[in-house]
DNA sequence: GACCAGAAGAATGTCGACAATATAACGATT
DNA sequence: AATCGTTATATTGTCGACATTCTTCTGGTC
Protein backbone atom coordinates (compact mmCIF):
# COMPACT_ATOMS: atom_id res chain seq x y z
CA UNK A 1 0.00 0.00 0.00
CA UNK A 2 2.68 2.66 0.36
CA UNK A 3 3.95 2.54 -3.43
CA UNK A 4 -0.04 3.41 -3.84
CA UNK A 5 0.33 6.13 -1.41
CA UNK A 6 3.57 7.41 -2.44
CA UNK A 7 1.80 7.58 -6.36
CA UNK A 8 -1.20 9.03 -4.41
CA UNK A 9 0.51 11.75 -3.27
CA UNK A 10 2.55 12.58 -6.47
CA UNK A 11 -1.05 13.13 -8.10
CA UNK A 12 -2.01 15.54 -5.77
CA UNK A 13 1.26 17.57 -4.60
CA UNK A 14 3.32 16.66 -7.77
CA UNK A 15 6.82 15.55 -7.13
CA UNK A 16 7.82 16.24 -3.89
CA UNK A 17 11.40 18.48 -4.54
CA UNK A 18 13.04 17.65 -7.70
CA UNK A 19 11.38 15.14 -10.32
CA UNK A 20 13.79 12.50 -11.43
CA UNK A 21 12.09 11.92 -14.73
CA UNK A 22 9.03 13.79 -16.09
CA UNK A 23 5.87 11.93 -15.77
CA UNK A 24 5.40 10.45 -18.89
CA UNK A 25 1.37 10.87 -20.11
CA UNK A 26 0.56 9.40 -23.37
CA UNK A 27 -2.12 12.15 -25.06
CA UNK A 28 -5.66 10.48 -25.25
CA UNK A 29 -7.04 10.83 -28.80
CA UNK A 30 -9.19 13.41 -27.82
CA UNK A 31 -5.72 15.20 -27.53
CA UNK A 32 -4.82 14.44 -30.78
CA UNK A 33 -7.81 15.47 -32.42
CA UNK A 34 -8.15 18.87 -30.58
CA UNK A 35 -4.99 19.28 -31.73
CA UNK A 36 -5.79 18.89 -35.08
CA UNK A 37 -8.87 21.45 -34.94
CA UNK A 38 -7.46 23.92 -33.66
CA UNK A 39 -4.26 23.52 -36.49
CA UNK A 40 -7.12 23.50 -38.65
CA UNK A 41 -9.17 26.34 -37.64
CA UNK A 42 -5.54 28.51 -37.04
CA UNK A 43 -4.28 27.91 -40.58
CA UNK A 44 -7.66 29.04 -42.10
CA UNK A 45 -8.57 25.08 -43.38
CA UNK A 46 -11.88 25.87 -40.97
CA UNK A 47 -13.27 28.92 -42.27
CA UNK A 48 -14.97 31.52 -39.35
CA UNK A 49 -18.24 30.57 -39.70
CA UNK A 50 -18.27 27.97 -41.63
CA UNK A 51 -20.03 24.71 -40.47
CA UNK A 52 -18.20 21.73 -39.08
CA UNK A 53 -20.21 18.44 -40.28
CA UNK A 54 -19.02 15.79 -38.20
CA UNK A 55 -19.33 12.70 -40.28
CA UNK A 56 -17.11 14.14 -42.82
CA UNK A 57 -14.45 15.56 -40.33
CA UNK A 58 -14.38 12.33 -38.68
CA UNK A 59 -13.77 10.23 -41.28
CA UNK A 60 -10.91 12.63 -42.41
CA UNK A 61 -9.75 11.86 -39.21
CA UNK A 62 -10.12 8.52 -39.13
CA UNK A 63 -11.92 8.11 -36.14
CA UNK A 64 -15.76 8.31 -35.45
CA UNK A 65 -18.21 10.50 -34.64
CA UNK A 66 -18.18 10.24 -30.83
CA UNK A 67 -14.28 11.27 -29.69
CA UNK A 68 -14.70 14.18 -32.27
CA UNK A 69 -17.51 15.26 -30.80
CA UNK A 70 -15.48 14.97 -27.68
CA UNK A 71 -12.67 16.79 -28.52
CA UNK A 72 -15.25 19.67 -30.20
CA UNK A 73 -16.93 20.35 -26.64
CA UNK A 74 -12.95 21.55 -25.25
CA UNK A 75 -13.24 23.95 -28.26
CA UNK A 76 -16.66 25.06 -27.74
CA UNK A 77 -15.55 25.93 -23.99
CA UNK A 78 -11.85 27.75 -25.50
CA UNK A 79 -15.00 29.83 -27.58
CA UNK A 80 -13.16 28.56 -31.07
CA UNK A 81 -16.73 26.52 -31.85
CA UNK A 82 -19.87 27.32 -31.45
CA UNK A 83 -22.81 24.39 -31.07
CA UNK A 84 -26.07 25.04 -32.40
CA UNK A 85 -28.53 21.99 -30.21
CA UNK A 86 -29.53 20.40 -33.36
CA UNK A 87 -27.75 21.98 -35.83
CA UNK A 88 -24.35 21.42 -34.91
CA UNK A 89 -20.80 22.59 -35.66
CA UNK A 90 -19.68 26.21 -36.58
CA UNK A 91 -15.84 27.87 -36.37
CA UNK A 92 -16.67 30.82 -34.43
CA UNK A 93 -16.57 34.26 -35.85
CA UNK A 94 -14.74 37.18 -33.77
CA UNK A 95 -16.77 39.89 -35.60
CA UNK A 96 -15.98 43.44 -34.83
CA UNK A 97 -18.25 43.84 -31.96
CA UNK A 98 -15.72 41.51 -30.42
CA UNK A 99 -12.24 42.64 -31.23
CA UNK A 100 -11.79 45.08 -28.09
CA UNK A 101 -12.73 42.69 -25.48
CA UNK A 102 -11.06 40.18 -27.19
CA UNK A 103 -7.57 42.70 -27.19
CA UNK A 104 -8.51 43.56 -23.68
CA UNK A 105 -7.90 40.45 -22.41
CA UNK A 106 -5.36 39.67 -24.19
CA UNK A 107 -3.81 43.57 -22.21
CA UNK A 108 -4.71 41.34 -18.71
CA UNK A 109 -2.88 38.53 -19.92
CA UNK A 110 0.02 39.27 -21.31
CA UNK A 111 0.50 42.91 -19.75
CA UNK A 112 0.76 40.74 -16.40
CA UNK A 113 3.41 38.31 -18.14
CA UNK A 114 5.23 41.58 -19.20
CA UNK A 115 5.27 42.59 -15.68
CA UNK A 116 6.16 39.47 -14.15
CA UNK A 117 9.17 39.36 -16.58
CA UNK A 118 10.26 42.14 -15.68
CA UNK A 119 9.99 42.35 -12.33
CA UNK A 120 12.52 38.58 -11.75
CA UNK A 121 15.86 39.12 -11.14
CA UNK A 122 17.99 40.24 -13.46
CA UNK A 123 19.72 36.89 -13.97
CA UNK A 124 16.70 35.32 -14.22
CA UNK A 125 15.04 37.60 -16.36
CA UNK A 126 18.19 37.69 -18.76
CA UNK A 127 18.28 33.88 -19.34
CA UNK A 128 14.21 33.96 -20.66
CA UNK A 129 14.84 36.90 -22.43
CA UNK A 130 17.10 35.11 -24.26
CA UNK A 131 14.83 32.72 -25.19
CA UNK A 132 12.05 35.28 -26.00
CA UNK A 133 14.99 36.72 -28.37
CA UNK A 134 14.91 33.82 -30.64
CA UNK A 135 11.50 34.24 -31.63
CA UNK A 136 12.55 37.47 -32.90
CA UNK A 137 14.75 35.75 -35.07
CA UNK A 138 11.62 34.50 -37.25
CA UNK A 139 9.75 37.99 -37.53
CA UNK A 140 12.69 40.19 -38.55
CA UNK A 141 13.41 37.69 -41.65
CA UNK A 142 9.51 37.12 -42.20
CA UNK A 143 10.15 41.40 -42.54
CA UNK A 144 13.28 41.80 -44.31
CA UNK A 145 11.91 38.89 -46.98
CA UNK A 146 8.73 40.41 -47.61
CA UNK A 147 6.96 37.48 -46.90
CA UNK A 148 2.98 37.23 -47.09
CA UNK A 149 1.34 39.35 -44.32
CA UNK A 150 -0.17 35.59 -42.62
CA UNK A 151 4.29 34.20 -42.19
CA UNK A 152 4.22 37.83 -40.54
CA UNK A 153 0.98 37.58 -38.39
CA UNK A 154 3.06 33.75 -37.42
CA UNK A 155 6.13 34.99 -35.88
CA UNK A 156 4.12 37.97 -33.99
CA UNK A 157 1.78 36.06 -32.46
CA UNK A 158 4.67 33.07 -31.67
CA UNK A 159 6.02 36.08 -30.02
CA UNK A 160 3.38 36.85 -27.86
CA UNK A 161 2.86 33.65 -27.12
CA UNK A 162 6.37 33.24 -25.72
CA UNK A 163 5.60 36.50 -23.29
CA UNK A 164 3.29 34.61 -21.41
CA UNK A 165 5.21 31.03 -21.61
CA UNK A 166 8.14 32.69 -20.68
CA UNK A 167 6.45 33.54 -17.43
CA UNK A 168 6.31 29.66 -16.83
CA UNK A 169 2.19 29.75 -15.73
CA UNK A 170 0.42 27.19 -17.42
CA UNK A 171 -2.80 28.06 -16.32
CA UNK A 172 -1.95 31.94 -18.04
CA UNK A 173 -0.07 29.86 -20.95
CA UNK A 174 -3.56 27.75 -21.84
CA UNK A 175 -5.58 31.13 -21.57
CA UNK A 176 -3.07 33.19 -23.63
CA UNK A 177 -3.07 29.97 -26.48
CA UNK A 178 -7.01 30.59 -26.52
CA UNK A 179 -6.85 34.14 -26.99
CA UNK A 180 -4.58 33.96 -29.58
CA UNK A 181 -5.93 31.64 -31.97
CA UNK A 182 -8.88 33.89 -31.36
CA UNK A 183 -6.97 36.68 -32.51
CA UNK A 184 -6.09 34.35 -35.43
CA UNK A 185 -9.82 33.89 -35.66
CA UNK A 186 -10.58 37.86 -36.20
CA UNK A 187 -8.07 38.59 -38.44
CA UNK A 188 -9.32 35.80 -40.42
CA UNK A 189 -13.39 36.97 -40.36
CA UNK A 190 -12.17 40.26 -41.34
CA UNK A 191 -13.14 41.72 -44.96
CA UNK A 192 -9.71 43.40 -45.59
CA UNK A 193 -7.89 39.60 -44.94
CA UNK A 194 -4.80 39.75 -42.64
CA UNK A 195 -3.39 43.14 -42.05
CA UNK A 196 0.21 43.86 -40.22
CA UNK A 197 1.33 46.83 -39.63
CA UNK A 198 5.18 47.37 -40.77
CA UNK A 199 6.66 48.75 -37.64
CA UNK A 200 5.96 45.75 -35.47
CA UNK A 201 10.18 45.79 -35.29
CA UNK A 202 10.31 48.62 -33.64
CA UNK A 203 7.32 47.79 -31.36
CA UNK A 204 8.54 44.42 -30.35
CA UNK A 205 11.98 46.03 -29.95
CA UNK A 206 10.89 48.84 -27.91
CA UNK A 207 9.40 45.93 -25.45
CA UNK A 208 12.02 43.44 -25.07
CA UNK A 209 14.19 46.60 -24.13
CA UNK A 210 11.78 47.62 -21.12
CA UNK A 211 11.54 44.42 -19.74
CA UNK A 212 15.50 44.15 -19.84
CA UNK A 213 15.45 46.87 -17.89
CA UNK A 214 13.13 46.21 -15.50
CA UNK A 215 10.25 49.14 -16.33
CA UNK A 216 7.37 46.41 -16.15
CA UNK A 217 4.74 49.58 -16.56
CA UNK A 218 6.70 50.94 -19.52
CA UNK A 219 6.29 47.91 -21.25
CA UNK A 220 3.00 47.02 -20.37
CA UNK A 221 2.35 50.53 -21.82
CA UNK A 222 3.66 49.99 -24.87
CA UNK A 223 1.81 46.89 -25.21
CA UNK A 224 -1.44 48.75 -24.36
CA UNK A 225 -0.74 51.33 -27.67
CA UNK A 226 0.14 48.44 -29.61
CA UNK A 227 -3.05 45.97 -29.28
CA UNK A 228 -5.08 49.88 -29.08
CA UNK A 229 -3.79 49.89 -32.65
CA UNK A 230 -4.62 46.73 -33.44
CA UNK A 231 -7.89 47.10 -32.83
CA UNK A 232 -8.70 50.42 -34.73
CA UNK A 233 -6.72 49.09 -37.63
CA UNK A 234 -9.14 45.97 -37.57
CA UNK A 235 -12.02 48.09 -36.91
CA UNK A 236 -10.87 50.56 -40.35
CA UNK A 237 -10.70 53.67 -37.76
CA UNK A 238 -6.68 53.97 -38.76
CA UNK A 239 -5.25 55.03 -42.54
CA UNK A 240 -1.63 54.03 -42.55
CA UNK A 241 1.45 52.72 -44.28
CA UNK A 242 0.70 48.99 -43.72
CA UNK A 243 1.20 45.57 -45.50
CA UNK A 244 -1.99 43.41 -46.26
CA UNK A 245 -2.39 40.06 -48.00
CA UNK A 246 -5.06 37.25 -47.91
CA UNK A 247 -2.70 35.22 -47.62
CA UNK A 248 -3.19 31.69 -48.81
CA UNK A 249 -0.44 30.20 -47.38
CA UNK A 250 -1.09 27.17 -45.58
CA UNK A 251 1.13 25.38 -43.00
CA UNK A 252 1.38 27.68 -39.80
CA UNK A 253 4.06 26.38 -37.51
CA UNK A 254 1.30 26.64 -34.32
CA UNK A 255 3.88 27.52 -31.35
CA UNK A 256 1.32 27.68 -28.92
CA UNK A 257 -0.98 24.46 -29.99
CA UNK A 258 1.37 22.09 -27.99
CA UNK A 259 0.01 19.23 -26.30
CA UNK A 260 0.18 19.49 -22.63
CA UNK B 1 -30.85 34.81 -50.09
CA UNK B 2 -31.22 37.90 -48.58
CA UNK B 3 -32.51 36.78 -45.55
CA UNK B 4 -29.68 34.00 -45.09
CA UNK B 5 -27.43 36.55 -45.44
CA UNK B 6 -28.34 38.90 -42.41
CA UNK B 7 -28.80 35.77 -40.36
CA UNK B 8 -24.75 35.03 -41.17
CA UNK B 9 -24.20 38.31 -41.06
CA UNK B 10 -25.73 38.62 -37.72
CA UNK B 11 -23.65 35.60 -36.77
CA UNK B 12 -20.67 36.72 -38.03
CA UNK B 13 -20.89 40.59 -36.17
CA UNK B 14 -23.58 40.39 -33.76
CA UNK B 15 -26.41 42.67 -34.31
CA UNK B 16 -25.84 46.06 -36.22
CA UNK B 17 -26.51 48.81 -33.95
CA UNK B 18 -28.62 48.07 -30.60
CA UNK B 19 -30.05 44.57 -30.59
CA UNK B 20 -34.25 44.46 -29.67
CA UNK B 21 -33.94 41.17 -28.48
CA UNK B 22 -32.03 38.95 -26.52
CA UNK B 23 -31.23 36.06 -29.05
CA UNK B 24 -32.98 32.96 -27.60
CA UNK B 25 -30.65 30.21 -27.21
CA UNK B 26 -31.93 26.42 -25.34
CA UNK B 27 -29.09 25.35 -23.83
CA UNK B 28 -27.71 21.80 -25.21
CA UNK B 29 -27.97 19.18 -22.80
CA UNK B 30 -23.83 19.09 -22.62
CA UNK B 31 -24.34 22.65 -21.12
CA UNK B 32 -26.97 21.32 -18.49
CA UNK B 33 -24.73 18.47 -17.87
CA UNK B 34 -21.64 20.94 -17.32
CA UNK B 35 -23.24 23.11 -15.11
CA UNK B 36 -24.04 19.87 -12.90
CA UNK B 37 -20.56 18.97 -12.96
CA UNK B 38 -19.37 22.19 -12.30
CA UNK B 39 -21.41 22.63 -9.14
CA UNK B 40 -20.33 18.96 -7.75
CA UNK B 41 -17.77 19.85 -8.10
CA UNK B 42 -17.95 23.73 -6.32
CA UNK B 43 -20.38 21.92 -3.83
CA UNK B 44 -17.36 19.62 -2.42
CA UNK B 45 -19.84 16.61 -3.82
CA UNK B 46 -17.44 15.64 -5.83
CA UNK B 47 -14.09 15.80 -4.00
CA UNK B 48 -10.40 16.64 -5.10
CA UNK B 49 -8.73 13.91 -6.25
CA UNK B 50 -11.60 11.86 -6.33
CA UNK B 51 -12.65 9.24 -9.71
CA UNK B 52 -15.31 10.14 -11.73
CA UNK B 53 -16.73 7.12 -12.85
CA UNK B 54 -18.69 7.51 -16.06
CA UNK B 55 -21.45 5.46 -15.92
CA UNK B 56 -22.27 5.92 -12.06
CA UNK B 57 -22.68 9.82 -12.81
CA UNK B 58 -24.54 9.26 -16.23
CA UNK B 59 -27.11 7.19 -14.05
CA UNK B 60 -27.20 9.60 -11.56
CA UNK B 61 -27.82 12.42 -14.18
CA UNK B 62 -30.53 10.46 -15.89
CA UNK B 63 -28.89 10.34 -19.25
CA UNK B 64 -26.34 7.81 -21.08
CA UNK B 65 -22.64 8.29 -20.97
CA UNK B 66 -21.77 9.82 -24.36
CA UNK B 67 -23.33 13.69 -23.19
CA UNK B 68 -21.54 13.14 -20.44
CA UNK B 69 -17.81 12.62 -21.80
CA UNK B 70 -18.91 15.25 -23.87
CA UNK B 71 -19.24 17.81 -20.96
CA UNK B 72 -16.53 16.47 -19.32
CA UNK B 73 -13.99 17.38 -21.58
CA UNK B 74 -15.38 20.71 -21.16
CA UNK B 75 -14.25 20.33 -17.40
CA UNK B 76 -11.01 18.95 -18.81
CA UNK B 77 -10.45 22.18 -20.85
CA UNK B 78 -11.08 24.31 -17.66
CA UNK B 79 -8.74 22.13 -15.64
CA UNK B 80 -11.33 21.27 -13.04
CA UNK B 81 -11.01 17.23 -14.24
CA UNK B 82 -8.27 15.40 -15.66
CA UNK B 83 -8.39 12.48 -17.97
CA UNK B 84 -5.85 9.79 -17.74
CA UNK B 85 -5.99 7.56 -21.02
CA UNK B 86 -7.45 4.10 -20.16
CA UNK B 87 -8.28 5.45 -16.54
CA UNK B 88 -10.78 7.90 -16.68
CA UNK B 89 -11.63 10.67 -15.09
CA UNK B 90 -10.91 12.39 -11.54
CA UNK B 91 -11.43 15.39 -10.29
CA UNK B 92 -8.37 17.81 -10.63
CA UNK B 93 -6.58 18.75 -7.70
CA UNK B 94 -5.02 22.16 -6.46
CA UNK B 95 -1.86 21.64 -4.78
CA UNK B 96 0.46 23.66 -2.61
CA UNK B 97 2.76 23.99 -5.82
CA UNK B 98 -0.22 25.45 -7.80
CA UNK B 99 -1.50 28.05 -5.37
CA UNK B 100 0.98 30.76 -6.46
CA UNK B 101 0.09 30.24 -10.02
CA UNK B 102 -3.30 30.28 -9.25
CA UNK B 103 -3.19 33.43 -7.69
CA UNK B 104 -1.37 35.05 -10.43
CA UNK B 105 -3.86 34.17 -13.09
CA UNK B 106 -6.64 35.54 -10.29
CA UNK B 107 -4.17 38.83 -10.24
CA UNK B 108 -3.75 39.05 -14.26
CA UNK B 109 -7.58 38.75 -14.08
CA UNK B 110 -8.83 40.50 -11.40
CA UNK B 111 -6.35 43.19 -11.21
CA UNK B 112 -7.21 44.42 -15.14
CA UNK B 113 -11.06 44.30 -14.21
CA UNK B 114 -10.61 46.52 -11.38
CA UNK B 115 -8.43 48.87 -13.60
CA UNK B 116 -10.79 49.13 -15.99
CA UNK B 117 -13.59 50.03 -13.62
CA UNK B 118 -11.46 52.42 -11.97
CA UNK B 119 -10.89 53.76 -15.25
CA UNK B 120 -14.55 54.41 -16.59
CA UNK B 121 -16.68 57.56 -16.24
CA UNK B 122 -17.67 58.43 -12.65
CA UNK B 123 -21.70 58.11 -13.76
CA UNK B 124 -21.03 54.61 -15.49
CA UNK B 125 -18.32 53.51 -12.45
CA UNK B 126 -20.93 54.00 -9.94
CA UNK B 127 -23.83 52.42 -11.86
CA UNK B 128 -21.73 49.02 -12.20
CA UNK B 129 -20.12 49.78 -7.90
CA UNK B 130 -24.48 49.42 -6.96
CA UNK B 131 -24.34 46.52 -8.32
CA UNK B 132 -21.27 45.24 -6.54
CA UNK B 133 -21.92 46.65 -2.72
CA UNK B 134 -25.25 44.24 -3.38
CA UNK B 135 -22.93 41.67 -3.28
CA UNK B 136 -20.97 43.07 -0.18
CA UNK B 137 -24.13 41.91 1.85
CA UNK B 138 -24.12 39.22 1.91
CA UNK B 139 -20.43 39.18 2.94
CA UNK B 140 -21.74 41.02 6.02
CA UNK B 141 -23.97 39.25 6.74
CA UNK B 142 -22.19 35.65 6.51
CA UNK B 143 -19.67 37.29 8.78
CA UNK B 144 -21.88 38.65 11.41
CA UNK B 145 -24.11 35.85 11.96
CA UNK B 146 -20.69 33.62 12.57
CA UNK B 147 -21.56 31.04 9.75
CA UNK B 148 -19.32 28.26 8.59
CA UNK B 149 -16.36 29.39 6.38
CA UNK B 150 -17.73 27.71 3.42
CA UNK B 151 -20.36 30.38 3.32
CA UNK B 152 -17.76 32.76 4.28
CA UNK B 153 -15.93 31.82 0.83
CA UNK B 154 -19.19 31.54 -1.43
CA UNK B 155 -19.86 35.40 -0.54
CA UNK B 156 -16.48 36.65 -0.75
CA UNK B 157 -16.09 34.23 -4.16
CA UNK B 158 -19.36 35.85 -5.39
CA UNK B 159 -18.04 38.98 -4.94
CA UNK B 160 -14.48 38.41 -6.81
CA UNK B 161 -16.34 37.40 -9.53
CA UNK B 162 -18.76 39.99 -9.81
CA UNK B 163 -15.73 42.24 -10.22
CA UNK B 164 -14.95 40.82 -13.30
CA UNK B 165 -18.76 40.29 -14.83
CA UNK B 166 -18.80 43.90 -13.80
CA UNK B 167 -16.67 45.03 -16.46
CA UNK B 168 -19.28 43.48 -19.23
CA UNK B 169 -15.89 41.37 -20.89
CA UNK B 170 -17.82 38.31 -21.19
CA UNK B 171 -14.12 36.54 -22.65
CA UNK B 172 -12.60 37.63 -19.03
CA UNK B 173 -15.66 36.19 -17.43
CA UNK B 174 -15.13 32.87 -18.36
CA UNK B 175 -11.79 32.93 -17.50
CA UNK B 176 -12.42 34.30 -14.16
CA UNK B 177 -15.24 31.68 -13.41
CA UNK B 178 -12.88 29.08 -13.91
CA UNK B 179 -10.25 30.61 -11.96
CA UNK B 180 -12.62 30.82 -8.98
CA UNK B 181 -14.10 26.66 -8.80
CA UNK B 182 -10.29 26.42 -8.90
CA UNK B 183 -9.69 28.67 -5.78
CA UNK B 184 -12.10 26.25 -4.78
CA UNK B 185 -10.98 23.52 -5.37
CA UNK B 186 -7.83 24.95 -3.60
CA UNK B 187 -9.39 25.26 -0.39
CA UNK B 188 -10.80 22.34 -0.48
CA UNK B 189 -7.96 20.36 -1.19
CA UNK B 190 -6.26 22.29 1.47
CA UNK B 191 -5.20 20.21 4.68
CA UNK B 192 -6.94 22.31 7.00
CA UNK B 193 -9.99 22.61 4.96
CA UNK B 194 -12.00 25.89 4.16
CA UNK B 195 -9.85 28.67 5.76
CA UNK B 196 -11.33 32.53 5.68
CA UNK B 197 -9.68 35.72 7.61
CA UNK B 198 -11.67 38.05 9.23
CA UNK B 199 -10.78 40.47 8.20
CA UNK B 200 -11.68 40.33 4.68
CA UNK B 201 -14.43 42.91 5.01
CA UNK B 202 -11.98 45.72 5.73
CA UNK B 203 -10.18 44.86 2.43
CA UNK B 204 -13.20 44.59 0.23
CA UNK B 205 -14.39 47.69 1.48
CA UNK B 206 -10.87 49.78 0.65
CA UNK B 207 -11.20 47.76 -2.57
CA UNK B 208 -14.16 49.24 -3.91
CA UNK B 209 -13.43 52.70 -2.11
CA UNK B 210 -10.71 53.00 -4.36
CA UNK B 211 -12.39 52.10 -7.57
CA UNK B 212 -14.49 54.43 -6.45
CA UNK B 213 -12.19 57.54 -6.33
CA UNK B 214 -10.80 55.91 -9.91
CA UNK B 215 -7.63 55.01 -8.29
CA UNK B 216 -6.48 51.42 -10.10
CA UNK B 217 -3.81 50.90 -9.55
CA UNK B 218 -4.13 51.46 -5.84
CA UNK B 219 -6.93 49.02 -5.95
CA UNK B 220 -4.88 46.68 -8.09
CA UNK B 221 -2.00 46.88 -5.53
CA UNK B 222 -5.04 46.45 -2.72
CA UNK B 223 -6.11 43.00 -4.57
CA UNK B 224 -2.36 42.22 -4.80
CA UNK B 225 -2.13 41.99 -1.31
CA UNK B 226 -5.02 40.27 -0.12
CA UNK B 227 -3.99 37.22 -2.56
CA UNK B 228 -0.84 37.34 -1.38
CA UNK B 229 -2.11 37.21 1.93
CA UNK B 230 -4.32 33.81 0.99
CA UNK B 231 -1.14 32.19 -0.62
CA UNK B 232 0.73 32.58 2.56
CA UNK B 233 -2.25 31.59 4.65
CA UNK B 234 -3.00 28.19 2.38
CA UNK B 235 0.54 27.52 2.24
CA UNK B 236 0.36 27.64 5.85
CA UNK B 237 3.08 30.58 6.04
CA UNK B 238 0.94 32.72 8.40
CA UNK B 239 -0.26 32.09 11.94
CA UNK B 240 -3.07 34.43 12.32
CA UNK B 241 -6.47 35.30 13.60
CA UNK B 242 -8.77 33.23 10.97
CA UNK B 243 -12.26 31.26 10.60
CA UNK B 244 -11.49 28.03 9.90
CA UNK B 245 -14.17 25.42 9.27
CA UNK B 246 -14.30 22.14 6.95
CA UNK B 247 -17.48 23.49 6.04
CA UNK B 248 -19.98 19.92 5.21
CA UNK B 249 -22.29 22.71 4.44
CA UNK B 250 -23.85 21.64 1.08
CA UNK B 251 -25.69 23.67 -1.66
CA UNK B 252 -23.73 26.86 -2.43
CA UNK B 253 -24.93 29.28 -4.67
CA UNK B 254 -22.40 29.94 -7.82
CA UNK B 255 -23.28 32.67 -9.14
CA UNK B 256 -20.89 31.95 -11.60
CA UNK B 257 -21.94 29.26 -12.62
CA UNK B 258 -24.62 30.80 -14.91
CA UNK B 259 -25.67 29.72 -18.89
CA UNK B 260 -23.79 31.16 -21.39
C1' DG C 1 -44.32 39.48 -55.79
C1' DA C 2 -43.86 38.39 -51.03
C1' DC C 3 -45.05 35.58 -47.41
C1' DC C 4 -46.54 31.46 -45.05
C1' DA C 5 -47.31 26.41 -44.51
C1' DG C 6 -46.02 21.84 -45.20
C1' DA C 7 -43.04 17.94 -46.69
C1' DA C 8 -38.60 15.86 -47.90
C1' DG C 9 -33.96 15.47 -46.88
C1' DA C 10 -29.86 15.60 -44.10
C1' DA C 11 -27.55 16.27 -40.15
C1' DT C 12 -27.40 16.00 -35.25
C1' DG C 13 -28.52 13.93 -30.40
C1' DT C 14 -28.67 9.86 -27.92
C1' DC C 15 -28.18 5.30 -26.77
C1' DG C 16 -26.57 0.42 -26.25
C1' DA C 17 -22.94 -3.02 -27.21
C1' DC C 18 -18.38 -4.60 -27.99
C1' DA C 19 -13.32 -4.37 -27.76
C1' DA C 20 -9.25 -2.55 -25.47
C1' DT C 21 -7.01 -1.13 -21.45
C1' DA C 22 -5.79 -0.23 -16.68
C1' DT C 23 -6.33 -1.68 -12.01
C1' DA C 24 -6.32 -4.87 -8.29
C1' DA C 25 -5.76 -9.22 -6.29
C1' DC C 26 -3.32 -13.38 -6.03
C1' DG C 27 0.27 -16.57 -6.19
C1' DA C 28 5.12 -17.79 -7.48
C1' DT C 29 9.93 -16.78 -7.06
C1' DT C 30 14.40 -15.04 -5.46
C1' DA D 1 10.07 -10.35 3.20
C1' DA D 2 9.89 -8.11 -0.86
C1' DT D 3 9.43 -8.25 -5.68
C1' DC D 4 7.89 -9.88 -9.94
C1' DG D 5 4.63 -12.18 -13.09
C1' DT D 6 -0.09 -13.69 -13.92
C1' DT D 7 -4.94 -13.62 -13.87
C1' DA D 8 -9.52 -11.68 -13.11
C1' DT D 9 -12.41 -7.80 -12.74
C1' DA D 10 -14.07 -3.48 -13.79
C1' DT D 11 -13.88 0.52 -16.32
C1' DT D 12 -12.92 3.04 -20.17
C1' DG D 13 -12.50 3.82 -25.47
C1' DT D 14 -14.75 3.29 -29.70
C1' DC D 15 -18.11 2.29 -32.85
C1' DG D 16 -22.59 1.61 -35.37
C1' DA D 17 -27.61 2.34 -35.37
C1' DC D 18 -31.78 4.69 -34.37
C1' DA D 19 -34.83 8.66 -32.97
C1' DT D 20 -35.07 13.54 -33.10
C1' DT D 21 -34.36 17.98 -34.79
C1' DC D 22 -33.16 21.50 -37.93
C1' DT D 23 -32.74 23.06 -42.63
C1' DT D 24 -34.19 23.42 -47.19
C1' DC D 25 -37.17 22.95 -50.89
C1' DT D 26 -41.66 23.06 -52.89
C1' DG D 27 -46.22 24.56 -53.40
C1' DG D 28 -50.00 27.37 -52.17
C1' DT D 29 -52.23 31.67 -50.69
C1' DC D 30 -53.06 36.57 -50.03
Redesign the interface.
Known sequence: MNETQDR?AV????PVSRPLVNMV??????DLIAVELRNAIYSGTLR??SSVREAEVASQLGVSR?PL??????L????LLV???GAGL?VA?V????VA??Y??R???E???VR?LAGLEPEDRERRLAALRELFAPLEASLADGSDARRIGDADLDLHFGLVEATG????T??AST?IV?TRLAAL?HRDGYVVRTDILDVHRTLLGQISDGDGLAAEQTLAGHFQQSVDRLLGRLEEPFSTVVGAAEGSHFAFNRLP
Request: charged share 25%.
Open positions: DRRNGRRPSTVPGGRESAQRVQEGARPRTGADQELAALAIGSAHNLRMAMLQS
